[in-house]
């Protein structure tokens, strides 16, 4: 079945760091990719997502591109903030399955002043 | 505009006992979702219902069961309590059937079972 393997946490980083959070998939056909993100005692929220291959998807500084060849989407931002503390969740659907999302195990950012 | 909202917050059963989770819709969102959340892993999806239908299910035991009511509001049952279904319990609500549509998630409830 789909899964969504993303790079184990926590993740501790300096304010204005270059942060990379590596997510990868395995499903049939051609899933459509998304990062969520969970900010402390708040529900899950859409950061950003891509539909098809080579999509970037992008918001709030962050992106990430939907790479086929490799089976990627991996989260970037250039300069983090300490307001992006939070679990980013990497997530697809698609398929015969469009009406859920898999998630992968979420990864715990933490950036200090 | 209010979010969604589920009840209650918190939870604490024991084992064998049976638990009813709510969940509140962003108004003029016609599907529900629900997903289980153990700690340490990402959500795991357990149903969808849209205008009161199922209309999908994840890999739960028949001991999950949910309904939508006419005004889109839904509920989570869970019958005969194990410890491992102490989990967060997460609501999310959209205008459609697809996952495509941006799914909107509640703050969740923490079901504690001892």
């Known amino acids: 079945g789909d899964s969504v393997t993303q790079m184990e946490g926590p993740v501790t980083l300096s304010e204005e760091a270059f942060l990379t959070i590596n997510c990868t998939y395995t499903?049939?056909?051609?899933?459509?990719l998304f990062w969520y993100v969970q900010y402390p005692g708040e529900g899950l929220q859409l950061l950003l997502k891509?539909?098809?291959?080579?999509d970037k998807g992008s918001n709030k500084g962050f992106e990430a591109t939907y790479r086929k060849e490799t089976t990627s989407f991996h989260l970037e931002k250039g300069s983090v903030q300490v307001s992006d503390s939070a679990v980013y969740f990497c997530a697809l659907t698609g398929g015969g399955s469009n009406y859920k999302l898999t998630f992968g195990k979420g990864t715990l950012l933490t950036v200090n002043p | 505009d209010a979010g969604v909202t589920q009840s209650p917050t918190h939870l604490i059963k024991t084992r064998g006992q049976q638990v009813t989770l709510r969940c509140s819709p962003i108004s003029g969102h016609k599907s529900v979702s629900w997903y289980q959340q153990v700690l340490g892993q990402g959500p795991q999806f357990i149903f969808q219902y849209y205008e009161k239908e199922e209309r999908g299910r994840g890999n739960f035991p028949d001991r999950f069961s949910a309904r939508q009511f006419p005004n889109y509001s839904s509920e989570l049952n869970v019958n005969a309590l194990l410890l491992g279904d102490s989990a967060l319990y997460l609501c999310?609500?959209?205008?459609?059937?697809?996952?495509?549509?941006?799914?909107?998630f509640g703050p969740g409830t923490r079901l504690t079972v001892l």
């Open positions: 999310a609500s959209s205008s459609g059937t697809s996952a495509l549509d941006t799914q909107y």
């Open positions: 891509a539909t098809k291959a080579d």
């Open positions: 499903a049939t056909g051609y899933p459509s």
